[in-house]
């Protein structure tokens, strides 16, 4: 069993790498269960499925039934929990007590548990995930605001910092990453190269892992090679 957490500043591709790497590791045979932390359904959005609230984290907030009677079925292997497609973002009350909750049970019923965390350090669920993970996956970003990011938020980054992969995402063509990085004292540990047409290919699919084409490819061997990252660290430990 494992926890991971994507977690980076604004538009750096956090839920975009979560959906990929998601689909990535339910491919190869691991059971996982996406969790988004936003306060509306922007992973039902991206997916392109109707969350009905009894199948979603409006339920579980309220219900002590087992998780697998909530989870909303995405794939054989891919199970999602996140807000209903008709929230109300003002809607719910989450305790520590119940994020907790969360995290452990999903901890208990799947092989992986992704947790996509919003940029921001409001969300409780997010900290209980990112407190609980295994591994956080840190978005390096792709702008020149991702260096105020990371230093608005630096306490928040540095208590994670031990169990950190830093994640290089291409997700413009026209940006110095490598001096961004510099700036950030980052060496990233995985390199997702850019993916042209990316946003054309999620309209019409749910994720971008396993699209055809020579750059399609080249992005599906940067998840794969993430993947072995992730397990080979597990293998470790263990």
Known sequence: MSILAVWGPPQ??????????????????QSVLLISTEQYCELGA?????????????????????????????????????????????????TEDIARSIIQQADELYDVVLIDCVSHTGSVLAAWG?????????????????????????RAVESV????????????????????YTLLDVEPDSWLPYFPGASMVQILKRTLYGSNGKNAKAYTKGIDE???MLNGKEDDED
């Not at 292997?77 to 109300?88: E, K």
């Open 12 to 29: 750096s591709g956090k839920t975009t790498l979560a959906i990929d790497l998601a689909f990535a590791l339910s491919s190869h045979g």
């Open 46 to 94: 991206r997916l392109n499925v109707q969350i009905p609230r009894e199948k979603s984290l409006a339920a579980a907030y309220k219900n002590k039934e087992s998780l697998k009677q909530i989870v909303y079925k995405v794939d054989d292997l891919l199970f999602v929990l996140s807000q209903p497609s008709d929230v109300d973002v003002f809607g719910e009350d989450l």
């Open 130 to 154: 990112m407190s609980s993970a295994d591994r956080v996956l840190m978005l390096c970003g792709a702008s020149s605001t991702s260096v105020l990011w990371n230093a608005a938020l630096r």
């Open 161 to 180: 910092e031990e169990k950190t992969m830093h994640i290089a995402a291409e997700v413009t063509e026209s940006f110095d990453y490598r001096t961004l």
């Open 226 to 228: 993430l993947c072995e």
